[in-house]
C-alpha cells in the first residue's frame, strides 16, 4: 500500500553531520505531513521533527539550531538534515508518513554518534 523508505544513516562523530532522505511511493501519493522519530535503545520512541503539507515545521527543543526536516513534495521526498550531532542524538530514525487518520511508518535507519 505505501512503502517508506530511509536512507542516509550510519557512524558520525560528534559534531558531525548526516542527512536522512525518505521517500515514499505507493497507492498514496498525498500526505497531510511526514515526520521524523527517533528511538534510543531503552526508551520511548519520540517525535523529532515534523512538516506539514503548507510547509509549517516543529521541532523537538533538543534539536532546534541543529536539524532541518525539508521535503521534495513532487519527489514525495522529506530529509532530515542533522547537523553538530550529539552523542545523545543515537537512536533508530524513523519516517513518518500520515494520511488523514493513517499513519506510516519506515523501517527505521540507524544513526551512531560515537568518538
Known amino acids: 500500500q505505501v512503502q517508506l523508505v530511509e536512507s542516509g544513516g550510519g557512524l558520525v562523530q560528534p559534531g558531525g553531520s548526516l542527512r536522512l532522505s525518505c521517500t515514499a511511493s505507493g497507492s498514496i501519493f498525498s500526505f497531510n505531513a511526514m515526520a521524523w522519530y527517533r528511538q534510543a535503545p531503552g526508551k520511548e520512541r519520540e517525535p523529532v521533527a515534523t512538516i506539514q503539507s503548507n510547509g509549517n515545521r516543529m521541532y523537538k527543543d533538543s534539536v532546534k539550531g541543529r536539524f532541518t526536516i525539508s521535503r521534495d513534495t513532487a519527489k514525495n521526498t522529506v530529509y532530515l538534515q542533522m547537523d553538530s550531532l550529539k552523542l545523545e542524538d543515537t537512536a533508530v530514525y524513523f519516517c513518518?508518513?500520515?494520511?488523514?487518520?493513517?499513519?506510516?511508518w519506515g523501517q527505521g535507519v540507524r544513526v551512531t554518534v560515537s568518538s
Open positions: 513518518v508518513a500520515i494520511h488523514l487518520a493513517d499513519g506510516y
